[in-house]
T-cell receptor, first 109, second 114 residues
Framework: GQNIDQPTEMTATEGAIVQINCTYQTSGFNGLFWYQQHAGEAPTFLSYNVLDGLEEKGRFSSFLSRSKGYSYLLLKELQMKDSASYLC??????????WGAGTKLIIKP | ETGVTQTPRHLVMGMTNKKSLKCEQHLGHNAMYWYKQSAKKPLELMFV???????ENNSVPSRFSPECPNSSHLFLHLHTLQPEDSALYLC?????????????FGPGTRLTVL
């Protein structure tokens, strides 16, 4: 079967750095998305990785290793507004989007 | 503001009721989606429409009936639901139904079935 694994919940401190991991076992790979979802709000797009390596976008970076079936989202200089759920989703070989259950990130002052 | 609106935001209904969820997108997209989001579970894709044609139905029970009158509007008609159908129902849109496209989500309808 197809599977996306993310930690259920993480806690970090304001101003610090946190890394949210996503591992996947899917039938093929055609890209990986990260979305952010604040409680009670719509998920919003953060990043899309197709090739290996690190892509940086301001305080957020996303890394992909296709050989390891692994991605992470790195959040730097954490702010209270970064408290949210972070959803990982993989496009498989049939171009189906497989979603993880999300990681709830709690930021403490 | 994501350009995708959903109404109502909250809905409580009995198992014998009939209700409809509405989604509207102002982004000029051609694909629209219905998802079910339950606590601590992955998003479940329910239906996909591309240029008003249904392109995906993920074995959704017939008590959920989608309607897409045009590329900007999507409805989900509900009847004789079960308590386990209680969830957040998210609508999304994208330029086309190609999965490499970023999807733009609405805020969702929180549905409670009594």
């Amino acid at each position: 079967g197809q599977n996306i694994d993310q930690p259920t919940e993480m806690t970090a401190t304001e101003g610090a750095i946190v890394q949210i991991n996503c591992t996947y076992q899917t039938s093929g790979f055609n890209g990986l998305f990260w979305y952010q979802q604040h409680a009670g709000e719509a998920p919003t797009f953060l990043s899309y990785n197709v090739l290996d390596g690190l892509e940086e976008k301001g305080r957020f970076s996303s890394f992909l290793s296709r050989s390891k079936g692994y991605s992470y989202l790195l959040l730097k200089e954490l702010q209270m507004k970064d408290s949210a759920s972070y959803l990982c989703a993989v496009v498989d070989s049939n171009y189906q989007l497989i979603w993880g259950a999300g990681t709830k990130l709690i930021i403490k002052p | 503001e994501t350009g995708v609106t959903q109404t109502p935001r909250h809905l409580v209904m009995g198992m014998t009721n009939k209700k409809s969820l509405k989604c509207e997108q102002h982004l000029g997209h051609n694909a629209m989606y219905w998802y079910k989001q339950s606590a601590k579970k992955p998003l479940e894709l329910m239906f996909v429409y591309n240029f008003k044609e249904q392109t995906e139905n993920n074995s959704v029970p017939s008590r959920f009936s989608p309607e897409c009158p045009n590329s900007s509007h999507l409805f989900l008609h509900l009847h004789t639901l079960q308590p386990e159908d209680s969830a957040l129902y998210l609508c999304a849109s994208s330029p086309t139904d190609d999965t490499y496209n970023e999807q733009f989500f609405g805020p969702g309808t929180r549905l409670t079935v009594l």
